[in-house]
């Protein structure tokens, strides 16, 4: 295949992606009250259910902390064609959340011709755990980062005279960065899988900074939630949790790498040894066919 053929076929695999993303930004746009309303505005609202869930849970173990009663802080819009523009760009980054999974599907069929088949294989999962990943950081981020960061937000003062009254821009741009940041943390385990392939990660590497990422994961959870330790237990294990699991991909990927590498070897080694069986024999063979055929059965 030309250069320029595979421009073409890169040209139809943008055009099918980006349809993809339309069609999604689309149902995001006309869907405004589902989007708006219900989930990007939920956070903003005592009656959100992670809300909800912690103020049941406060209850069962007798913490009032939990309880949200109130956020206080009101939200803006402080330019004309602001929500206009706020409601365009919302719905696309909807769409391109939503799409994700076929976006990066198109992706590996572009890249997976050049791939042996082994790695054809690896990649063919790498799309259904990226994708699946994805959407659990996503919901990880939505309904526990988001809501204790912005409950954390609307309560830190440095003086009691300075009311929060907060740009709907600010609030949906901190709210789509906390989301997005969770969906690409939760790829911990595939980037720690393509790493352990290049031998840069090791499952010893990992364990050694096992307690440095401990107390990092603790000091990010402790800003984020409320002051009570169990948020900071909400957010820190499925954080810890993951980084176990890259330990352990790790572990699973070399052991699998090294089974290999002696596999081939003993391969090697088995046809070397034949090479050589058969060129012994034929040296052993050579004087006979150079004597006489009278002198050969002497």
């Known amino acids: 295949m030309s250069f320029i053929d595979h421009l073409e076929e890169l040209r139809w695999h943008l055009i099918r992606a980006l349809a993809a993303v339309l069609v999604f930004t689309i149902a995001a746009f006309l869907a405004?009250?589902?989007?708006f309303h219900d989930i990007i505005l939920g956070p903003s609202r005592t009656d959100f259910w992670t809300?909800?869930?912690?103020?049941?849970?406060?209850?069962y173990i007798g913490s009032d902390a939990l309880c949200i009663d109130e956020l206080p802080f009101i939200l803006q819009s402080r330019e004309m064609s602001a929500q206009f523009t706020m409601h365009i760009?919302?719905?696309?980054?909807?769409?391109?959340i939503c799409a994700f999974p076929y976006l990066f599907w198109e992706i590996w069929r572009f890249v997976s011709p050049a791939l042996?088949?082994?790695?054809?294989?690896?990649?063919?999962?790498?799309?259904?755990?990226?994708?699946?990943?994805?959407?659990?950081?996503?919901?990880?981020g939505y309904f526990l980062v988001a809501p204790l960061s912005i409950n954390f937000l609307a309560h830190?003062?440095?003086?009691?005279?300075?009311?929060?009254?907060f740009d709907i821009n600010s609030y949906i741009s901190t709210l789509t960065m906390l989301v997005l940041a969770c969906a690409l943390m939760f790829q911990l385990p595939m980037v720690v899988l393509f790493l352990t392939k290049l031998g840069v990660a090791t499952p010893e590497s990992m364990r050694a900074y096992r307690k440095i990422s401990?107390?990092?994961i603790l000091i990010v959870s402790a800003i984020i939630t409320p002051p009570d330790v169990t948020s900071q237990?909400?957010?820190?294990?499925?954080?810890?949790?993951?980084y176990e699991i890259s330990i352990y991909l790790s572990a699973i990927i070399l052991r699998r790498e090294r089974k290999k590498e002696m596999a081939e070897l003993k391969a090697l080694e088995e046809r070397e040894r034949i090479r050589e069986e058969q060129e012994e024999k034929e040296r052993l063979e050579k004087p006979k066919k150079q004597l006489p055929l009278d002198q050969q059965f002497d």
């Open 51 to 59: 809300y909800r869930m912690m103020c049941k849970w406060g209850a």
């Open 233 to 242: 237990i909400l957010i820190s294990l499925p954080l810890m949790l993951l």
């Open 156 to 165: 830190y003062q440095v003086d009691p005279s300075i009311v929060n009254e």
């Open 116 to 140: 042996y088949d082994n790695e054809r294989s690896i990649s063919t999962g790498a799309v259904f755990f990226v994708s699946l990943l994805f959407m659990l950081g996503t919901l990880f």
């Open 214 to 216: 401990i107390v990092i």
């Open 32 to 35: 405004k009250d589902l989007v």
């Open 89 to 96: 760009t919302t719905s696309f980054v909807v769409g391109l």
